[in-house]
Each structure stands twice: as structure tokens, then as C-alpha cells.
């Protein structure tokens, strides 16, 4: 039997990605004999998380039935990650991983449809659009699926597409099983509003990754740091508030994650290779922002902290957010 359900201390839950350096390191320890599914369940409700996004693997699928019973004892929620298919050849696999998330309760899951950040992993407009018609592809095979299975997948903004290019796609998939996990930082490193993102991304909410970032100058563009929610510039109150105008039953997953500082190279010309057609009061935008609203300090690099320094850093982090969501943004 799981243990005693407790009330969580926040409706926020929390993404895998918010708590990596534990769990690459084993929760220092704790959970053993647990599958890992269970492990970050217990983790989360041990913070007073309010639900998990994680993604279930084969390791899971004997202890998926405990999964939904302790899910439902503590009251929390459950989402799954997800990679769709990428070609007819993954149609079966990704059943599979529909149906395990099914089986551990989830109703719907987190996917991405680009590899890593748009303006690093891509050298030429035209490899861009080779990817993103491989991500519509591949969202065109799950629909059938997912509308036979009565299955959400939720695609996140992932510094892949900007607004425009995103709406688009989701009006052309114009499906009720195909929607929008809703990243509210992610669209600031191509030079874009976060607080609009999340407003026009919001119609097509079906889970949010909740972060702060800060924000500092560097010599070739900026850097980028996640932060403790309410330590950054982003504008939490009302983006929350967006959301729930927009979806009142919406979840929200904690996803800062605890590493260095990302530089956005915003001043060398590589960046722009997919980006040309940016208009430059969005770029002006952005750097009023880095001169108005710099971190004061220097980012901590956290690749130079001890084993120990991380795993107590991260937890902070975690700590610290859960109650800022609690208490000022009523999460």
C-alpha cells in the first residue's frame, strides 16, 4: 500500500528536467527498489509538488498500476513525455508509450517536434524547413493515433519555431488531441515578447512549463539563466493569469532547470541564419530589456559546484519556487 496521502503544498507540479541532477544521481540514495517513475513520484510528493511530467519508460511498466493508485491517493496529477513518431516504421512505439502513459493515468504528454535550439542546430534556412516538415509529419502520423486512443500530446515551444510559424502549424493539424504545452520563457531567445507568446499560445494550452529567467549582457549577445521563480524578469502574475483565462482547468509543471547560463549570440551573424526575417523593433524590444532589467550579479556556474553544492542548489531552486507559486501566484 502507498504511504498516507499528505496535502500538497502547491498545484504546481513538477517536469523531470527540474530535477536532473538528482535523479543522475540516483536521489542520493533514496527510493531504492523503486522503479523511476515511482522514485520522482515520491521526490515530488516529498516537496509538496502537486503532480509529475516525466517519461515512462519499460522500467516502469510493472509498477504503472502502484504509479495511478499513489497518484490518486496523494491527489496529485500525472503527464507523460512522449517523442512522436518519426516515420510509419515508429507508429507501433509510439502506441506503446500512449498506451503505458495511459496505464499510469495520464491523458496527456509533452513532446517536441525540433532538435536542440534553433539558432545552434540549424546552418541554413532551408535545413530549418527540412525539420520542421518532419516535425509536422511526424504530428500528422500520432493524430489518428491519438484521436483512436482519446489522447492529449501537448508540443512545446521549444527556441524552435517562433509565434507565427508555431500557430500555423497548430491550425493546420486542427486537431482536438493536438495542442500546445506552453513554455513561457522559451520564445524570449528568438527575440520575442515572452508575456505574448504565452497569449497567443494560450487558445491551444493543454499544460504549461512554468520558469523564471534572468538575464545578462555578453560580449557576442546575451546570457540566459533559469532562475527561482519570481527571481527573474518574467512577468509570472500575468501569465498565469493568461492562462487561466484562457484554460481554467490548466496545469502548470515547474521547469527551471538548474545549470549554466545559455548564451543567446544574438551579435554574430550565425544566429540570424534562420532568423532574417525578424523585424527590428523586436530586437530593440529585447535589448531594452537586457539593459533595463540585467541580473545584477554574475550567474553561478553550476558545471564548477560540487556533487553536493549541485544537489543542495537544485533543491533550493525547487524549494524556493514551490513556494513563491503558492504564494503569489496561487498555484
Keep these: ?52 511530467q516525466f517519461p515512462f519508460t519499460a522500467a516502469d511498466d510493472p509498477h504503472l498500476p502502484e504509479l495511478r493508485r499513489r497518484v490518486q491517493n496523494y491527489r496529485m496529477h500525472i503527464e507523460a513525455i512522449v517523442d512522436p ?24 504528454a509533452r513532446t517536441v517536434i525540433l532538435p536542440g535550439r534553433r539558432y545552434e542546430q540549424f546552418h541554413s534556412l532551408a535545413e530549418f524547413h527540412q525539420a520542421e516538415a518532419r516535425g509536422r509529419t511526424a504530428l500528422e502520423l500520432a493524430e489518428p493515433v491519438l484521436a483512436r486512443l482519446r489522447f492529449h500530446l501537448a508540443v512545446e515551444n521549444h527556441k524552435d519555431q517562433r509565434i507565427a510559424e508555431r500557430l500555423a502549424l497548430l491550425r493546420h493539424l486542427s486537431s482536438e488531441f493536438i495542442g500546445a504545452c506552453v513554455d513561457v520563457g522559451n520564445n524570449f531567445p528568438l527575440v520575442e515578447d515572452a508575456l505574448e507568446s504565452v497569449q ?9 512549463h512554468l520558469k523564471d529567467q534572468a538575464v545578462r549582457e555578453a560580449e557576442d549577445g546575451f546570457w540566459l539563466a533559469d532562475v527561482p521563480l519570481g527571481d527573474g524578469f518574467l512577468d509570472l502574475p500575468a501569465m498565469v493569469k493568461t492562462l487561466r483565462q484562457a484554460k481554467p482547468n490548466i ?17 554574430r551573424p550565425g544566429y540570424w541564419t534562420t532568423l532574417a526575417d525578424t523585424p527590428a523593433r523586436d530586437l530593440a524590444r529585447q535589448w531594452h530589456i537586457l539593459r533595463t532589467r540585467a541580473h545584477p550579479e554574475p550567474f553561478v556556474a553550476v558545471s564548477r559546484l560540487s556533487r553536493d553544492q549541485q544537489l543542495a542548489l537544485e533543491r533550493q531552486h525547487l524549494e524556493r519556487s514551490l513556494g513563491y507559486a503558492r504564494d503569489r501566484l496561487d498555484l
Excluded at 502506441?95 to 502513459?101: P, Y
Excluded at 496545469?251 to 551579435?267: G, H, S, Y
Design 1 to 52: 500500500m502507498p504511504p498516507t496521502a499528505t496535502a500538497a503544498a502547491s498545484t504546481l507540479g513538477v517536469a523531470i528536467y527540474a530535477w536532473g541532477i538528482h535523479q543522475r544521481n540516483a536521489w542520493a540514495g533514496r527510493h531504492q527498489g523503486l522503479s523511476p517513475a515511482l522514485a520522482f513520484l515520491e521526490e515530488c510528493r516529498l516537496l509538496g509538488a502537486g503532480g509529475i
Design 85 to 108: 513518431p518519426h516515420g510509419s516504421g515508429e507508429l507501433d512505439r509510439f502506441t506503446r508509450d500512449v498506451r503505458r502513459a495511459q496505464a499510469a493515468g495520464a491523458t496527456l
Design 200 to 208: 497567443a499560445f494560450a487558445p491551444y494550452a493543454l499544460t504549461v
Design 251 to 267: 496545469r502548470f509543471n515547474f521547469e527551471t532547470i538548474t545549470r549554466d547560463a545559455i548564451k543567446v549570440p544574438i551579435l
